[in-house]
Every structure is written in C-alpha cells, then in structure tokens.
C-alpha cells in the first residue's frame, strides 16, 4: 500500500537514485527540492543501493540501466532489483532505460510483467513524467 503524501506529521517519502548519470539526479533534485513530500537520496553505486534503500527505509528506487557496455547494464539492474525485492520489499522499482535498445525494453516489459519490477520509463521521458511516476507510486 503506498504512503500518502501530504499528511501533517506524515514523513517524506524517501527515493533512492541509483543513477550514474548525475544529470537526471540533477534535474530530478531540482524539480522536487520544493517538495516536502520527498527526501531524495543519490546512489549511482549499484554495491551500495540495497544497504541505502533498506537502511532508509525507502518507498521508491529509480534505477537507470546503462545505455553500453556490460556494467549497470540491464541484467546488473534487474539482479539489482531482485536484491532489493528482498531485502527492501516496501521500495517500490521504476526502471529507467533505452528506448532504442528492444532486448532492454523486452527484459523490462516482461520484468513488470512478472512483478518483479513496479514500472519503467524510458530515457527520453521528460523530468515531470518521470515525477509523476515516483508520485504515484
């Protein structure tokens, strides 16, 4: 059940970025730094992400898959993901990856499709869809 927002002495909701790109943390951070309804935590270290989630207690993760390359590519994230569904089974999973790579879009489709993510969005999506998508979950 998601937490509601907005509650008066109801806690932040807390979204871990486990991004490496700092330029989505960036706009992320400065879209929501007005919101009190978030505490947004920075991790692009997938090593360190499950102890950040688990010992914050957080709500939401956004996990970027890497574009090239084998390291934080889609197989590293979706294991990652796995980690946390364990260990943090109130974190809710938003998958961020390429658009133009079908194998990733495949593996996240069918990753939802099996719970084993919550949702996913694409690279090209814009910061407030991508807010939106943190709120709602």
């Excluded at 879009?105 to 694409?122: G, N």
Aim: hydrophobic share 40%; charged share 30%.
């Amino acid at each position: 059940m998601r937490r509601q927002t907005g509650t008066p002495g109801e806690p932040p909701r807390t979204v871990v970025l486990i991004v490496w790109r700092k330029s989505i943390a960036q706009g992320l951070v400065h879209r929501l730094r007005d919101d009190p309804n978030l505490h947004l935590i920075f991790e692009p270290s997938h090593s360190l992400a499950q102890n950040a989630a688990r010992s914050r207690n957080a709500d939401a993760a956004l996990i970027e898959v890497a574009e090239s390359g084998e390291e934080n590519g889609i197989s590293d994230c979706l294991a990652l993901c796995a980690r946390l569904r364990e260990e943090a089974p109130q974190c809710k999973l938003l998958l961020m990856c390429p658009e133009r790579n079908r194998d990733d879009v495949s593996r996240a489709v069918e990753a939802k499709r099996l719970s084993r993510i919550d949702d996913f969005v694409f690279y090209d999506s814009s910061i407030d869809y991508v807010v939106s998508k943190l709120l709602a979950m």
